[in-house]
């Protein structure tokens, strides 16, 4: 298949795949395995990066009146605590890194995330459900996001999104809207971040990425992931996240059938 409609069909699995709870990472690997070809980490990084620009995009009001009611203690409360979610991410990153650790590339260990993470999911809306609905962020959930965006990191098919949004609603961040929102916002630095780490690697050590497929396929996961997060931002005022858990267990459960025994 030719490389640029491969490159648009990854940058739509990434736009639809990042910011729902059901894993850009894991849903890359899996287009991989089905024939899309094998994509360098600096790419995976940086249409990841396309997502992000998006949710810049959409959360665009919510930052500049961060930025320009910083004066405001809830503002600045709110403020330093993304930083410290950040932080811990990027410090347990470095962590990681000097560890070596590399991303795995069989579809089992995605297929265990999958169903995990639905199962995970459906648990933390029950418990969610019982507690009053409260908006507040608190440290513990700072701290947990960003321990969780860590672990999805580690797991393929564990879902940054996942991991973290319903890490805050355990943690007392009943509200969906507002655990979404402080999640999303952490992930801003963190995958910019990230991108520009892995473009200075390869503007040191040169390599051989295809920088044309590389642009086409960040434009399209920006467009497309700016309209999978308007949507998901109105279903989730009126909706459970229910629907990704029974998607994220019966997906899981397929591949391990399909890929069962395969690397």
């Known amino acids: 298949m ?6 648009i069909i990854l940058g739509i699995i990434e736009g639809i795949t990042e910011f729902l709870p059901i894993s850009s990472t894991g ?29 810049t995009m959409v959360y665009w009001k919510r930052l500049w009146s961060l930025a320009t009611g910083f004066s405001r203690p809830e503002n600045r409360d709110y403020a330093f605590k993304l930083l410290g979610a950040f932080v811990i991410t990027g410090i347990l990153g470095l962590i990681v890194s000097k560890m070596g650790f590399e991303l ?3 579809i089992t260990p995605v297929a ?3 169903l995990i993470g639905g199962i995970w999911i459906i648990f933390a809306e029950w418990i969610a459900a019982g507690k009053a609905d409260t908006v507040a962020i608190t440290w513990n959930v700072a701290v947990a996001v960003g321990v969780g965006q860590i672990v999805a990191a580690i797991f393929p098919g564990a879902s940054r999104s996942g991991v973290t949004i319903f890490a805050a609603m355990l943690l007392g961040t009943s509200n969906r809207a507002a655990a979404t929102e402080f999640t999303f916002l952490v992930g801003i630095p963190t995958m910019y971040a990230a991108s520009g780490k892995f473009l200075w690697d390869a503007y040191r050590h040169g390599g051989g990425e295809n920088w044309s497929d590389l642009g086409i396929a960040f434009v399209v996961s920006t467009i497309t992931a700016f309209l999978v997060v308007r949507w998901l931002l109105r279903y989730i005022k009126s909706h459970r996240f229910t629907i990704f858990a029974v998607y994220r267990i019966a997906l899981g459960l397929l591949l391990l059938m399909f890929f069962r025994g395969q690397p």
């Not at 030719?2 to 490159?7: E, V």
């Not at 890359?28 to 249409?47: C, M, P, T, W």
């Open 2 to 7: 030719n490389h640029s409609i491969t490159s």
């Open 27 to 55: 849903h890359l690997l899996i287009a991989e395995k089905l024939g899309l070809g094998h994509r360098s980490d600096l790419f995976n990084v940086v249409i990841q990066a396309g997502a992000i620009l998006a949710i």
């Open 104 to 106: 795995p590339t069989a």
């Open 112 to 114: 265990w995330a999958l």
